[in-house]
């Protein structure tokens, strides 16, 4: 994989995954102002937009037919069929920032970041937790929807909680602000890795 050949010369790849309720969206958003050459990667989806989303900018929408189409053509280095709608990263786009030495950073649900770790074992991947269980009840109730269809959610979240287990990082999102600092504390580290400076420290060989 490119990420491994060109050793020093790509871009940090991280992966960030949550249940419903960990508050993983707002935790982006800060992270992406605060890291002007750390980028989001943008994924497809069939899923139709939300109020305020734009296409291109949160999620490039595609009908059902030409997501397949894509697939077909080898176009996703990772999708998934996820609560009836398809998702799916694309490769093209993914290599050319890392080529360009850009950091990346990618939103997926498990299954997804597990295909990418098979491809890029040396990519980052932390998962994002609620403080609690009955924090993360607490929160799923806010959105004022019927019994049942908490308690299905609930069911979904502590399935998906299960696949912390063989992330990098666990960041429990008690305060926006803390979850951020910690977030941002793992990015450095990651950029510090000797093994991701050698081209730096070479350069004084030279
Ligand atoms: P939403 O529809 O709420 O934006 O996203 C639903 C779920 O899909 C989230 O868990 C998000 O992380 C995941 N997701 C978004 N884009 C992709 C993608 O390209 N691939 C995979 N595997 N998951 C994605």
């Known amino acids: ?3 491994i050949r060109v050793e020093g010369h790509t871009g940090l790849l991280m992966i960030i995954s949550a249940p419903s309720g ?10 992406m102002q605060m890291f002007p ?5 943008v994924s497809h989806t069939t ?11 949160d999620y490039v929408f595609l009908s059902e037919a030409e997501f397949r189409e894509r697939i ?12 009836g709608q398809l998702y799916g990263t694309s490769k093209k786009t ?15 649900e498990p299954r997804g970041a597990r295909t990418i770790r098979e491809q890029y074992p040396r990519g980052v991947f932390i998962f994002i937790l609620p403080p609690s269980l009955s924090e993360l009840k607490a929160r799923l109730a806010k959105r ?3 019994d049942a269809v908490m308690e299905n959610r609930l069911r979904t979240s502590l399935d998906e909680i299960k696949e912390a287990l063989w ?3 666990i960041i429990f999102n008690e305060r926006l602000g803390e979850a951020v600092d910690r977030f941002r504390a793992v990015y450095i580290a990651e950029k510090s890795r000797r093994t991701r400076c050698m081209e730096r420290i070479e350069s004084f060989f030279q």
């Not at 960990?22 to 992270?31: E, F, H, L, N, W």
């Not at 290599?95 to 939103?107: I, K, M, R, S, V």
């Open 37 to 41: 050459n750390l980028h989001f990667s």
């Open 72 to 83: 077909a053509r080898g176009e996703f280095v990772e999708w998934v069929e996820n609560y």
């Open 47 to 57: 899923r139709p937009p939300r109020p305020g989303e734009v296409d291109g900018k």
């Open 94 to 108: 993914m290599d050319a920032f890392l080529e360009q030495g850009y950091d990346l950073l990618l939103d997926l």
């Open 22 to 31: 960990a508050g993983k969206t707002s935790i982006c958003r800060k992270i």
């Open 167 to 169: 992330y990098d990082y």
């Open 144 to 146: 004022g929807e019927s």
């Open 1 to 3: 994989m490119s990420e």
